[in-house]
């Protein structure tokens, strides 16, 4: 069984950097055609994309966020992270990680991590 | 980016009535959409997949239809655990976009 787990400071000063990790369990990284996705939710909002690493180590990104975004992966660690600069209040949000898959007939995210809030305040 | 649009926002159900939730994409998107189903505190639990596809484990009193613009989930029977919030999420191309999501609520 798949599990995946958010870590990472809970609180982050505006202009700094929020950094996140996912952990993955009972499976790799790198190997099968996973797309290893981070998504938000802002407070008492809907669902953000933020963008994937792919298995091969290509990356994606959403246009709103992209010049601050950077998704990484450390496969001996079996882990996946999310740096976001320049943060702003904005950007407070629960930060879950994803698994999305190919799986015919289409695609579809199977796992996801608990999330994590991550708050922006001085 | 393509939008997606539920409706309605909100409704009020009872155990044992069949609910319907629309989905709306700003273009055509094929049978590449998912639903979504999320508890208050939880994450997203996935539901179904290319419109009509049940992921693993899911009870089959939910089904999904629809193809280029226009879908739809049904739940055929709401369960006490079914109250929760249902976000539909387009799979057809980046970024990946959700509607604004339906609360199911008890009548």
């Known amino acids: 069984q798949v599990q995946l787990q958010e870590s990472g400071p809970g609180l982050v000063k505006p202009s700094e950097t929020l950094s996140l990790t996912c952990t993955v369990s009972?499976?790799?990284?790198?190997?099968?055609?996973?797309?290893w996705t981070w998504i938000r939710q802002l407070p008492g909002k809907g669902l953000e994309w933020i963008g994937y690493?792919?298995?091969?180590?290509?990356?994606n990104y959403n246009p709103s966020l992209k010049s601050r975004v950077t998704i990484s992966v450390d496969t001996s660690k079996k882990q996946f992270s999310l740096r976001l600069s320049s943060v702003t209040a904005a950007d407070t949000a629960v930060y879950y990680c994803?698994?999305?898959?190919?799986?015919?007939?289409?695609?579809?995210?199977?796992?996801w991590g608990q999330g994590t809030l991550v708050t922006v305040s001085s | 980016d393509i939008q997606m649009t539920q409706s309605p926002s909100s409704l009020s159900a009872s155990v044992g009535d069949r609910v319907t939730i629309t989905c709306r994409a700003s273009?055509?998107?094929?049978?590449?959409l998912g639903w979504y189903q999320q508890k208050l505190g939880k994450a997203p639990k996935g539901l179904i997949y290319?419109?009509?596809s049940l992921q693993s484990g899911v009870p089959s009193r939910f089904s999904g239809s629809g193809f280029g613009t226009e879908f739809t989930l049904t739940i055929s029977s709401l369960q006490p655990e079914d109250f929760a919030t249902y976000y539909c999420?387009?799979?057809?191309?980046?970024?990946?976009?959700f509607g604004q999501g339906t609360k199911v609520e008890i009548k």
């Open positions: 009972g499976g790799s990284v790198s190997s099968g055609s996973y797309y």
């Open positions: 999420q387009q799979h057809n191309s980046y970024p990946r976009t």
């Open positions: 273009q055509g998107i094929r049978n590449e």
């Open positions: 994803a698994r999305e898959l190919f799986r015919a007939p289409g695609y579809q995210f199977d796992y």
């Open positions: 690493i792919y298995y091969s180590g290509s990356t």
């Open positions: 290319a419109a009509s």
